[in-house]
């Protein structure tokens, strides 16, 4: 969660990361529906003060201007909440886990849905 120097954090990753060398980036990100409900009412002390996710498209920008994406998967449309949920009442366990299927399934037939996943994870090379 480094949008006020993302450009800075990932110049320093691919200067450090050896030619052919990957790297994984895996954020949250901003566009989520259950997300923003959840950044906005309920308060947690896992997240840092002024935390803000990104999005994916400034994410992309930015990695692509240093290193050659080779792929972006996307998960958690509206099962976002919950893993956070499901460890404090196991009874969700089934919702949770029909939902996350669901998620799948959406995401795949529907990859302009990703604009609304919760979470990213992007995997780059640096140019040998």
């Given at each position: 969660h480094v949008?006020?120097?993302?450009?800075?954090?990932?110049?320093?990753?691919?200067?450090?990361?050896?030619?052919?060398g990957l790297f994984l980036a895996q954020e949250p990100l901003a566009n989520n529906p259950p997300a923003k409900w959840a950044r906005g009412f309920i308060s947690t002390d896992i997240h840092e003060?002024?935390?803000r996710p990104l999005s994916y498209e400034a994410m992309n920008m930015v990695i692509s201007s240093h290193m050659d994406i080779e792929r972006a998967d996307f998960y958690f449309l509206?099962?976002?909440?919950?893993?956070h949920l499901v460890s404090r009442?196991?009874?969700l366990r089934?919702?949770?886990l029909s939902l996350v299927n669901f998620d799948e399934k959406a995401?795949?037939?529907?990859?302009?849905?990703?604009?609304?996943?919760?979470?990213?994870?992007?995997?780059?090379r640096k140019p040998a």
């Open positions: 949008p006020d120097s993302l450009d800075k954090c990932v110049s320093e990753v691919a200067r450090v990361l050896k030619p052919g003060k002024g935390e509206t099962s976002y909440l919950f893993p009442m196991q009874s089934g919702l949770a995401l795949a037939k529907l990859p302009k849905l990703s604009k609304y996943a919760a979470y990213v994870s992007i995997i780059a």
